[in-house]
Every structure is written in C-alpha cells, then in structure tokens.
C-alpha cells in the first residue's frame, strides 16, 4: 500500500477551518460545561432536599444516556420548541450539558475530600460560611479534582467528533467531505487521527504544567 497526500495542498484551508470550529467548540464546552458542573455539585452538597435531587436526576439522566441521542435532542427538539440555532450552537449547548454531569461527580468528590480543619479555621477567622466556600473549599476543592477534571476535559475534546452528525463543519465533518471528494479515506482519517493526538496531548501538556502549580497536599 502507498501513501497519497497529493490532495493536501488544495484542502489543507478546509482542514484548518475545521481544526477552528473544533478549538471553538471544545473551549466553549469547557468552559460551560465546568460552571454548570460546578454549580450542579454545589447543588449535590446543598442542605435544600429540592436541589440534591434535582442534580441527581440531572446526573443520572445524562450519565446513563447516550450523547449522540442527547444531540439529536436538541438538534430536533428546540426547533420544535420555536428556538432556531445554528449546528455549532446546538453541538455547545449538548456537549456542555452532557459533560456538566462527569464534571459535576469529579467537584463534588473534591468537596467531600476537603478536610473540616479548613472549614473551622475559617470560622474561626471570622468568615461566614458563604465566604468560606467561595475562598477557601472550592479552591481547594478544585485543586484536588484538577487531573480527574482535565481527564473529562481530554475526552470532552474527542467526543466532540460526534458533532458532525449534526452537519457541524468541524474536522471530523470536514474529514468525511474530503473523503468524499478525493476517495482517499485511510490517509485522511490517518490525518485526523494525527490532528486529535497533537490537540490532546497539547491538553495534557499544559495541564501538567498548571498542576505542578496548584499542586497541594492535605
């Protein structure tokens, strides 16, 4: 078998728009996808039995279905509802749902890791508990759940492929129309393969570097 890349060069343009709509993508859903997880363990942690069980409910909904059917959900559920979007607003609004819910289990164990030391410590600095949750047991909190949530993160990125079922021109979608045009599957997906590797290990990469940062022992 031979190697055939002759068709790069004339669609090396469309590759790297998808390599864009994919950054945008991902860094949208990372960012969504950890407030509304972070939210949702503070919810799991609260004293209202109305809150705990609606984030139950929402976790377990979204953990124990399938996200290409989450994403065909919105994609078909919110015209009907009136609400007209574009794919890649509909694919944000799915995939940070979706992961909102593993985010939401990785905070909240940090939470429930934080020790009752630095709660009365800061009781006893004179913080109010509202205080004391927002300075003191959420960064901590965050910190001890930062590898587990930049494990979500990295396969937050390679869900995202699932996208393109919804028409999203991102690089999954964009591999299956070269493929179209130039008959050429293996080198192609062997490209995007390529791409993916490089996009997360840059992830991971990165977040060695924060981690060496925050690092902390209890």
């Known amino acids: 078998m031979i190697l055939n ?8 343009g469309m590759i790297l728009q998808g390599c864009e709509v994919t950054l945008i993508l991902v860094v949208s859903c990372l960012v969504l996808g950890f407030g509304l997880g972070l939210v949702f363990a503070l919810f799991r942690q609260s004293n ?23 994403l065909f959900f919105f994609f078909y559920g919110l015209p009907q509802l009136g609400i007209s979007t574009t794919p890649l607003v509909t694919s944000i609004i799915a995939l940070s749902i979706n992961s909102s819910a593993p985010n939401c289990e990785v905070i909240r ?6 020790k009752k030391g630095y709660y009365e410590c800061a009781y006893s600095l004179g913080y ?16 001890l759940s930062f590898k587990s949530l930049v494990n979500n993160f990295v396969n937050l990125a390679l869900t995202s492929s699932v996208c393109y079922s919804t028409t999203l021109m991102e690089i999954t ?13 293996f080198e192609v997906y062997l490209l995007i ?26």
């Open 5 to 12: 890349f002759n068709f790069l060069p004339k669609y090396v």
């Open 48 to 70: 209202s039995k109305f809150l705990r069980g609606f984030s139950s409910v929402w976790v377990n909904v979204l953990r124990n279905t399938p996200f290409l059917l989450q």
């Open 109 to 114: 164990s940090g939470l429930m890791s934080v």
């Open 128 to 143: 109010s508990k509202f205080q004391t949750f927002v300075y003191f047991i959420i960064p901590i909190s965050l910190r």
């Open 173 to 185: 979608g964009v591999a299956k129309t070269v493929v179209g045009r130039v008959s050429r599957p």
């Open 193 to 218: 393969l390529i791409l993916y590797c490089v996009f997360t290990y840059v992830i991971s990469f990165i977040s060695k570097a924060i981690d060496r940062k925050i690092h902390i022992v209890l």
